[in-house]
């Protein structure tokens, strides 16, 4: 291929770029743009266009006229969906559920990785470690499915109860323990892969803290209170923050997958009410609203909860610029 | 073993033992389920039936509850379905990912703000189901192995720390060279890649297993239960306990051997669903340094 050789600077991107043409930052640039082109490709069919798809919300869609064909109905599926009490009971659980695991959930990968943190023997540190970061990598069909075996109605807690002759209790179709349950699921699933975080942390306090207040007499418990917690405070803000600006998604599989046995009332979220009032029925655009409904709550969480993470002076997910 | 701090005190005996004891808990609750899971599956109908359902202690192994998933039939089509999709769908979503990465990781590049936004701005907002789903269905793909990977092709995430882990790269020695005359292709499979396979390791893994567990797009684009992927499957035969095997075939006998009571067979499929992700996991695990999931998590 015959091909003009640029001068040296124009081909270093480090060096000053502003300077150069375009069409010269394009000659240079022009196998970067074509490695990125297909998946920004994939981006723009899967996301942007189903993102504007949304507009079917405020529409009376059918499959047949398509989006040009269909009614404008302005907001009535929006009214609709207000008004509807299921609806609110989605609301209500996937609310309850993310305040629920915000106090039973959020703390367990802290305290376990100061636990962690603790063991002396590095070996046996990364075996344990190895442990509880598996179960993140199991599809929770796979999750769902060994506590079922596990304390099902015919799992090995009912078998053993029943074998020592007491009535057995089927933890897994109870609609008031639906919360704990799913919690210990997710604490069962995920607190482990939750660590990594916490540990890195931790391993970035300096030790000659703990030195100096170990000489000046302070006890393990006043250690972990006056430096290891403080150490840790920006990544739990962060993640707490995270944590909030996501409220309204509590996982999607994990629901589904047990709202027939504990029922609608207890385990309908946000994203299950959107599937079965959709899908089963063929309400297209009044899913689409309560998606939208979801995507815009979501949406304005994330960008307060950023706001409050720059008050408190951190980075959030994304920075100022 | 790393040797105790001098400064610190030494564990008081209740103290080690109450941290012995929280932690074998924890190491237990995650392997005991796996080991009944594994030992039920690897039972016969007598050890099975003696122990009132799952087996908690070795009796009688066999692997009939394997041949009958492996002689052909549901399992067997739906493990090949599961491993074509995880295949196909790691191979491009690495790939896509490794070039978008690396197109977006050269500061100055024409257009590459605009375009690293794009992605960015995923994170804020979902499209949510019900236009995602349509698109699938206007572009034909239901019922098509390829509603199971385009969609997720590319993760955002994957692609922001990959291209954190390729910005860390001395702009020195990719400029030298460019200078040199290689082309970015080049750059990236004989200078980039080699520096990075510890993050390639990682983000592969992540996307096979998100493909080997994807369960919620086959609900939702996959209605031919004959395409079904394992986890599919799991969920028929294990989560809402339908049998495999009709029971009135339970007391014949096939091929010389009796057949597998139903619970082995059905911890048999969980066995299959869970071993891929078992074996992998080692490998990978290792490279679960610092770098690469503090930047994952901060995203």
């Known amino acids: 291929m015959l091909r003009k050789s640029p001068p040296a600077d124009a081909l270093t991107s480090s060096a000053g770029t502003g300077r150069l043409p375009l069409r010269a930052r394009l000659r240079r640039d022009w196998q970067l743009l074509a490695m990125t082109v297909p998946a920004v490709g994939l981006l723009i069919v899967f996301h942007y266009v189903p993102t504007l798809g949304n507009v079917i919300a405020f529409q009376d869609y059918s499959p047949y006229d398509g989006i040009t064909g269909s009614p404008w109905v302005g907001f009535y599926n929006f009214q609709w969906l207000l008004s509807d009490p299921e609806f609110w009971t989605a609301l209500r659980n996937t609310v309850t559920i993310t305040a629920f695991q915000l106090v039973f959930y959020f703390p367990v990968p802290i305290a376990l990785a100061i636990l962690l943190d603790s063991v002396l023997s590095r070996r046996l540190r990364l075996f344990i470690q190895g442990v509880v970061y598996m179960p993140h990598f199991f599809s929770w069909v796979l999750v769902v499915a060994l506590f079922q075996q596990i304390l099902g109605g015919a799992g090995l807690l009912a078998q053993?109860?029943?074998?020592?002759?007491?009535?057995?209790?089927?933890?897994?179709?109870?609609?008031?323990?639906?919360?704990?349950?799913?919690?210990?699921?997710?604490?069962?699933?995920?607190?482990?892969?939750?660590?990594?975080?916490?540990?890195?942390?931790?391993?970035?306090?300096?030790?000659?803290?703990?030195?100096?207040?170990?000489?000046?007499?302070?006890?393990?418990?006043?250690r972990l209170w006056h430096i290891t917690l403080p150490g840790l405070r920006p990544v739990i803000l962060l993640l707490l923050i995270l944590r909030l600006g996501d409220a309204l998604n509590v996982g999607f599989e994990q629901f589904f997958l047990q709202r027939d046995a504990v029922?609608?009332?207890?385990?309908?979220?946000?994203?299950?009410?959107?599937?079965?009032?959709?899908?089963?029925?063929?309400?297209?655009?009044?899913?689409?609203?309560?998606?939208?409904?979801?995507?815009?709550?979501?949406?304005?969480?994330?960008?307060?909860?950023?706001?409050?993470?720059?008050?408190?002076?951190?980075?959030?997910?994304?920075?100022?610029? | 073993m790393t040797t105790r701090p001098v400064w610190q005190e030494r564990p008081t005996v209740f103290g080690l033992t109450l941290k012995t004891v929280v932690l074998t808990l924890i190491v237990l609750a995650m392997v005991y389920p796996i080991y009944?899971?594994?030992?039920?599956?690897?039972?016969?109908?007598?050890?099975?039936?003696e122990a009132g359902g799952l087996v908690t202690l070795p009796g009688e192994l066999s692997l009939d509850a394997?041949?009958?998933?492996?002689?052909?039939?549901?399992?067997?089509?739906?493990?090949?379905?599961?491993?074509?999709?995880?295949?196909?769908?790691?191979?491009?979503?690495?790939g896509l990912t490794i070039f978008a990465a690396y197109g977006l990781s050269r500061p100055g590049s024409v257009l590459h703000r605009p375009l690293l936004f794009l992605f960015l701005l995923t994170f804020l907002f979902t499209p949510g189901m019900i236009p995602s789903y349509l698109i699938v269905r206007e572009l034909g793909l239901i019922d098509s192995y390829w509603s199971l990977i385009l969609p997720t092709a590319v993760s955002a995430f994957n692609l922001v720390v990959m291209r954190a882990f390729f910005m860390n790269i001395p702009g020195e020695v990719l400029d030298s060279a460019r200078i040199d005359g290689a082309s970015d292709f080049r750059i990236l499979w004989r200078i980039v890649l080699p520096m990075s396979k510890g993050v390639t390791a990682?983000?592969?893994?992540?996307?096979?297993?998100?493909?080997?567990?994807?369960?919620?797009?086959?609900?939702?684009?996959?209605?031919?239960?004959?395409?079904?992927?394992?986890?599919?499957?799991?969920?028929?035969?294990?989560?809402?306990?339908?049998?495999?095997?009709?029971?009135?075939?339970?007391?014949?006998?096939?091929?010389?051997?009796?057949?597998?009571?139903?619970?082995?067979?059905?911890?048999?499929?969980?066995?299959?669903?869970?071993?891929?992700?078992?074996?992998?996991?080692?490998?990978?695990?290792?490279?679960?340094?610092?770098?690469?999931?503090?930047?994952?998590?901060?995203?």
Request: proline share 3%.
């Open chain 2, 36 to 49: 009944v899971v594994v030992l039920t599956s690897l039972s016969t109908a007598r050890t099975v039936t």
């Open chain 1, 160 to 222: 053993t109860l029943r074998q020592a002759g007491h009535e057995p209790w089927n933890v897994m179709t109870n609609p008031d323990a639906f919360i704990v349950l799913v919690t210990a699921q997710s604490v069962w699933k995920d607190a482990g892969w939750g660590t990594i975080i916490f540990l890195a942390a931790l391993a970035a306090i300096n030790t000659n803290l703990y030195e100096a207040a170990a000489v000046d007499g302070a006890s393990r418990w006043r």
């Open chain 2, 202 to 299: 990682v983000i592969g893994l992540f996307y096979a297993v998100g493909y080997w567990n994807a369960f919620f797009n086959a609900v939702l684009y996959i209605n031919d239960n004959g395409k079904w992927p394992l986890q599919l499957i799991l969920r028929q035969y294990v989560q809402q306990g339908m049998n495999l095997v009709p029971n009135q075939r339970a007391v014949d006998t096939v091929a010389g051997y009796a057949l597998p009571p139903n619970l082995a067979i059905k911890m048999a499929i969980i066995v299959v669903a869970l071993v891929p992700v078992l074996l992998i996991y080692p490998f990978v695990q290792r490279h679960f340094t610092k770098g690469v999931i503090i930047g994952a998590v901060k995203g």
């Open chain 2, 66 to 94: 394997y041949r009958e998933l492996f002689g052909g039939g549901v399992v067997t089509r739906a493990v090949l379905v599961s491993t074509g999709v995880t295949v196909v769908g790691t191979v491009l979503s690495l």
């Open chain 1, 263 to 321: 029922g609608a009332e207890a385990a309908e979220v946000l994203d299950t009410f959107v599937y079965w009032r959709t899908l089963m029925t063929g309400a297209w655009s009044y899913g689409a609203a309560a998606g939208l409904f979801k995507g815009l709550v979501g949406l304005i969480l994330i960008v307060v909860a950023n706001k409050v993470a720059h008050r408190f002076g951190e980075q959030g997910i994304y920075k100022r610029s």
